[in-house]
């Protein structure tokens, strides 16, 4: 019986497979009984494919941007958000020499921020068993 | 909190500074939060095209989970990653 999840393959079997170069996804039929000249095929008929990822946060337009609203709302869940000002308040004191000593206080605030929020994504809004991702906090 | 909010925040630092530059710099934490923390998902679909084997990817993927394709029957089926790359390159049709 098979499932989802079964980590059993046959090697004798033609599969699709995917890999990634050049900021592009590469998709072909492998077929690992043919000569290594065709043991990769692209497919000859239409598809469709559903890419699941990790993304960029949008971002904020900027004034001269048509579309700019100072009541545009960050992407990332709402605890966040301070941790993204702390970070702007950093980079901020870093470019004043007489006050550089204020970017650390920042910079730290804003690096409790990212553990916590691996803390979130490994959390995966669920609770009890859940699945460790290796981190550095 | 919403922009205006995040902007007065960093004034209250930052009186010299104007909007543009918080913007951009608010936008520069949110590269590196996001890629840091890789804590935003998504998911997208786009159709192949015969006989093509690359496609772009938009420049805000961090990094891609998993990929699913439609069988004949229309059920998504989750395909395997290749480690590496095909010997043999198709650059047939390659935008």
Redesign the interface.
Known sequence: MSN?HSTS?NRNIK??????????????L?DPLAT??N??????????????????????????STSS??????????Q??????D???Q???EYKPELIQ?APYFERK?EK??KE??M??NRGRISGTRHIRQSSY | MKLQQMIDQVKKHHPDLGSNEIIVMLNDALDEFSARTLLLEEATQFDTVANQRYYGLKESILEIKSVDIQDEDGNDESIKRLIGRPKYRDLDNVQ
């Open positions: 989802n393959y599969q699709n497979v995917y890999w990634v170069e050049r900021d592009a996804i590469g998709i072909a492998y290594e000249l043991r990769f095929t692209s497919l000859s008929v239409v598809r469709t494919v559903t890419l699941y990822y990790y993304k960029k946060c949008a971002h904020f337009n900027t004034l001269d609203t100072m009541g545009e709302d960050c992407e990332l869940p709402e966040f958000h301070q941790y993204i000002v970070k702007a308040i980079k901020g004191y204020m804003f921020g990212v929020g691996k979130y994504a």
